[in-house]
């Protein structure tokens, strides 16, 4: 318990009860104090639709991502990995980053409109991009026997990192692994050289047995909330058996891309306009034991003016999360939307 002597309160003592939590696979803490959410109302704002209203205008007159300029304005890749060039799969266009980070990196426009509310992401437009993203990667995979991992992306919204408003992807596949890719398969291997089973396996099993953070089973997928979360707000999904992003059915594309939707649509319920989520794959047989797809999810900042972005000293240098809502709690209303 921390005590205080509150300004606001004619200096009344004020008592915060601080709870401290572990990931259990990694080690990386969060911390939850009720009264953050009464920090978020007063110190951030609600998304302002007119400051919204005309950033999407005056970035839709010069968008590169807008239907008539894609041809003009986007690269290609050499026939020899994709012979097309772009590849097009409903409305999603993939093609390369022009300013790339990793060996393959690729951009996926999902959609001709350019700027959507999140209930916008249909499951459908959301698939199209993944059975894109998978296209790319067996191409990849066909031609570079080293690059082994897959990381697919989203930013939405400045206030996310991205560049663009224009709803769109940024899918990597490299020799080597981001930081939290790697740690989380070493870590992985590491519980499966202990206990000879899949960590997210045996997490999938304990959520649904306790019941308080696990949401729902999506085909092969399977949601949750996270004990001692990374981001605001987050939710995962994790497949039931499958490693590597090309072994995914068109089954499990659908039913992932149906989640996120639903996820995307209860963001936006909550107030939200802005998110980040990563897919994570290895190709197999590597780890193909000891790890599983993985899908994660966050709300970012809204947008208003002056806005204050929400990764500060303690998420960028300290590798910690402030909890705003509990996950017990943030399952709780998600098992509505899924169960709808």
């Known amino acids: ?9 004619d200096f009344k003592e004020d008592l915060h009860r601080v709870e401290v939590r572990r990931d259990p696979l990694l080690g990386d803490t969060s911390m939850y104090n009720r009264y953050m959410k009464e920090k978020v109302k007063f110190f951030f704002k609600d998304n302002d ?13 010069t968008c590169l991502f807008c239907s008539d300029a894609i041809e003009k304005n986007t690269p290609m890749y050499p026939a020899d990995l994709v012979p097309e060039g772009r590849i097009r799969i409903g409305e999603a266009v993939l093609f390369p980053n022009l300013f790339p980070i990793a060996k393959y990196h690729a951009v996926i426009i999902l959609s001709k409109a350019h700027f959507l509310e999140l209930s916008g992401f249909s499951a459908e437009m959301i698939r199209c991009g993944l059975e894109a993203a998978r296209k790319f990667v067996k191409a990849v995979y066909a031609q570079d026997s080293s690059s082994l991992f897959v990381a697919v992306n989203a ?14 992807l940024q899918m990597m596949v490299s020799p080597v692994a981001c930081s939290y890719h790697e740690r989380l398969l070493k870590a992985g291997n590491v519980y499966y050289q202990e206990n000879k089973s899949c960590y997210h396996a045996d997490l999938v099993a304990e959520e649904s047995r306790i019941g308080l953070r696990y949401v729902a089973r999506e ?26 992003f090309i072994s995914l059915s068109e089954e499990d594309l659908g039913d992932l891309a149906r989640g996120i939707s639903r996820v995307l649509a209860f963001y ?8 980040n989520y990563s897919i994570l794959s290895v190709k197999r047989p590597l780890h ?28 960028k240098l300290l590798h910690s999360e402030v909890i705003i809502n509990l996950p017990e709690d943030l399952a709780s209303q998600l ?6």
């Open 268 to 275: 936006e319920g909550l107030g939200h306009l802005s998110f």
């Open 49 to 61: 639709p007119a400051l919204i209203k005309e950033l999407v205008g005056k970035t839709a007159e």
């Open 1 to 9: 318990m921390v005590t205080i002597l509150n300004p606001f309160k």
């Open 288 to 315: 193909e034991k000891s790890s599983r797809c993985l899908l994660k999810m966050v709300t970012r900042q809204n947008v208003y003016p002056n806005y204050r972005n929400d990764d500060y000293f303690l998420q």
């Open 155 to 168: 930013n939405y919204l400045f206030t996310a990192g991205a560049t663009f408003v224009h709803p769109h």
């Open 335 to 340: 098992k509505v939307i899924f169960n709808a």
């Open 219 to 244: 085909g092969g997928w399977h949601w949750l909330t996270v004990f001692s979360p990374m981001g605001v707000n987050e939710v995962i999904a994790v497949h039931e058996a499958e490693s590597d």
